[in-house]
């Protein structure tokens, strides 16, 4: 009995593994996953960390500084008592202080400084939605090519169950001399051509499977697999509707690319402010407080209470800086920041011209890919019907096993194009939806 219930014990944990490790990924899971576990995903989001905490810390200089001292000192050997004589003293002096000191003018250069970072930052959680948006798109890209090779797969393993029943045919043709034995070998070998490509079309499904797998960064990949969602729902045309330039205002406000760019030039305008707040002079308030004690072995000395009522001293002032000449620094560094202010400013042109020319090549390869999978049903339809005919004849012995074979694979061409077709349509599709904003999963 004892091992009865072990047994069903093993085999239940052995299918729970096996029902584990043969899990199927939606393409949903697939970007969660790498979002969530990607390197570059989580450098990018310590950058964003970083820049957090600098914001934080330009925020901070707006606050008064306060500092505290303290010292303590003994004294040996000689030493003038109050009329001037040397005497022979030891002594002790314990001194402590307080001071705090608060910028109130230096060319708004702290509050411009603090608006600059917070554009830094807003920046670095825009290249971090960047770095989020280039992933999510690799992966559907793979996502999809491993789609299309399952079905070029399919596609090969039917050519091999056509070949592997013509040889049967064959076989029990030749069976009762009614062809060749030429022609039976001719089959055969045609079997194996078609075996040969079922097998290399396996290996591209299964490289296709590894590279996903990398992009999440599986360490197993031999158990990995993917879903296989209705193409009809995948296969929305309504991006299709819409212009190029319709798209492509849509996408100006919600690219993480063309977002990130504008916030640096917003960085360089408040950093082209700082550069010339130094021209400008600055005023601080400060004020410090100190006290002291004092113990010489020759005298006297007052208590320490006493001293601390007398010793006291408290200052407070305003300090007033007039910049002269620094050596050109601030004139230098005010052309420096124009400078990478104009950069930045080409640099978001940049990002808006790639942008527009990326959605007027997927509009373009969208609308081409829509024709041509459209065509493709009716040259599928007299493929079909030329290759009915052709191996009507063949079985009759009115054709060469030649054309029968150039006709099969006629219709395998046409097919895969046609596949290639569904698949660059769905990519392209794919990425219109995701410049308009909406979701990439399927």
Same mark, same amino acid.
């Given at each position: 009995?004892?091992?009865?219930?072990?047994?069903?014990?093993?085999?239940?944990?052995?299918?729970?593994?096996?029902?584990?490790?043969?899990?199927?990924?939606?393409?949903?899971?697939?970007?969660? %996953?790498?979002?969530?576990?990607?390197?570059?995903?989580?450098?990018?989001?310590?950058?964003?960390?970083?820049?957090?905490?600098?914001?934080?810390?330009?925020?901070?200089?707006?606050?008064?500084?306060?500092?505290?001292?303290?010292? +303590?000192?003994?004294?040996?050997?000689?030493?003038?008592?109050?009329?001037?004589?040397?005497?022979?003293?030891?002594? $002790?002096?314990?001194? !402590?202080?307080?001071?705090?000191?608060?910028?109130?003018?230096?060319?708004?250069?702290?509050?411009?400084?603090?608006?600059?970072?917070?554009?830094?930052?807003?920046?670095?959680?825009?290249?971090?939605?960047?770095?989020?948006?280039?992933?999510?798109?690799?992966?559907?890209?793979?996502?999809?090519?491993?789609?299309?090779?399952?079905?070029?797969?399919?596609?090969?393993?039917?050519?091999?169950?056509?070949?592997?029943?013509?040889?049967?045919?064959?076989?029990?043709?030749? !069976? +009762?001399?009614?062809?060749?034995?030429?022609?039976?070998?001719?089959?055969?070998?045609?079997?194996?051509?078609?075996?040969?490509?079922?097998? $290399?079309?396996?290996?591209?499904?299964?490289?296709?499977?590894?590279?996903?797998?990398?992009?999440?960064?599986?360490?197993?990949?031999?158990?990995?697999?993917?879903?296989?969602?209705?193409?009809?729902?995948?296969?929305?045309?309504?991006?299709?509707?819409?212009?190029?330039?319709?798209?492509?205002?849509?996408?100006?406000?919600?690219?993480? !690319?063309?977002?990130?760019? $504008? %916030?640096?030039?917003?960085?360089?305008?408040?950093?082209?402010?700082?550069?010339?707040?130094?021209?400008?002079?600055?005023? *601080?308030?400060?004020?410090?407080?100190?006290?002291?004690?004092?113990? +010489?072995?020759?005298? !006297?000395?007052?208590?320490?209470?006493?001293?601390?009522?007398?010793?006291?001293?408290?200052?407070?002032?305003? *300090?007033?800086?007039?910049?002269?000449?620094?050596?050109?620094?601030?004139?230098?560094?005010?052309?420096?920041?124009?400078?990478?202010?104009?950069?930045?400013?080409?640099?978001?042109?940049?990002?808006?011209?790639?942008?527009?020319?990326?959605?007027?090549?997927?509009?373009?390869?969208?609308?081409?890919?829509?024709?041509?999978?459209?065509?493709?049903?009716?040259?599928?339809?007299?493929?079909?019907?030329?290759?009915?005919?052709?191996?009507?004849?063949?079985? *009759?012995?009115?054709?060469?096993?030649?054309?029968?074979?150039?006709?099969?694979?006629?219709?395998?061409?046409?097919? *895969?194009?046609?596949?290639?077709?569904?698949?660059?349509?769905?990519?392209?599709?794919?990425?219109?939806?995701?410049?308009?904003?909406?979701?990439?999963?399927?």
């Amino acid at each position: 009995m004892k091992k009865t219930v072990i047994s069903l014990l093993s085999t239940a944990l052995l299918a729970a593994f096996s029902l584990q490790a043969q899990k199927v990924w939606t393409l949903k899971e697939c970007i969660d %996953y790498a979002l969530a576990n990607n390197i570059a995903i989580k450098t990018a989001g310590l950058n964003a960390e970083v820049q957090e905490i600098e914001k934080k810390n330009t925020q901070f200089r707006r606050l008064p500084y306060v500092s505290a001292s303290a010292s +303590h000192n003994i004294g040996f050997g000689q030493t003038q008592d109050n009329t001037g004589v040397y005497v022979n003293s030891n002594s $002790q002096s314990t001194s !402590a202080g307080l001071s705090t000191g608060i910028t109130l003018f230096n060319g708004f250069q702290i509050n411009n400084s603090v608006k600059a970072q917070q554009y830094s930052t807003l920046a670095s959680l825009e290249n971090l939605n960047k770095a989020k948006e280039d992933l999510s798109l690799n992966i559907a890209s793979a996502y999809l090519q491993i789609l299309y090779n399952k079905e070029l797969y399919q596609l090969a393993l039917e050519q091999v169950d056509l070949s592997k029943e013509q040889l049967r045919q064959y076989e029990i043709r030749y !069976a +009762h001399d009614k062809i060749p034995e030429g022609q039976l070998y001719e089959i055969k070998a045609k079997l194996a051509q078609d075996e040969l490509s079922a097998t $290399q079309q396996k290996q591209t499904l299964e490289l296709s499977l590894l590279e996903l797998s990398q992009l999440l960064e599986l360490e197993d990949w031999k158990d990995f697999n993917i879903s296989e969602p209705d193409s009809q729902i995948m296969v929305s045309k309504e991006a299709l509707q819409l212009p190029a330039e319709s798209i492509y205002d849509q996408a100006q406000s919600n690219r993480a !690319a063309i977002k990130s760019a $504008q %916030y640096e030039v917003m960085t360089s305008e408040k950093m082209l402010e700082v550069s010339r707040g130094a021209r400008y002079p600055s005023l *601080s308030l400060g004020a410090s407080y100190s006290n002291s004690y004092y113990d +010489h072995s020759n005298y !006297a000395n007052p208590s320490f209470k006493d001293q601390l009522s007398t010793n006291g001293r408290s200052n407070i002032g305003l *300090s007033l800086s007039i910049p002269i000449f620094n050596r050109l620094n601030t004139t230098n560094n005010i052309k420096r920041s124009n400078i990478n202010l104009e950069t930045a400013r080409l640099q978001l042109e940049n990002t808006k011209k790639i942008l527009y020319k990326e959605i007027q090549q997927a509009w373009f390869n969208a609308n081409t890919a829509e024709e041509k999978y459209r065509a493709s049903f009716e040259t599928i339809r007299a493929t079909q019907e030329a290759f009915r005919f052709t191996e009507e004849k063949f079985n *009759s012995g009115r054709s060469t096993i030649y054309e029968y074979n150039e006709a099969r694979m006629q219709l395998l061409r046409t097919r *895969s194009e046609q596949l290639q077709a569904k698949y660059n349509l769905m990519f392209s599709l794919k990425i219109l939806d995701f410049y308009r904003g909406n979701s990439i999963h399927l």
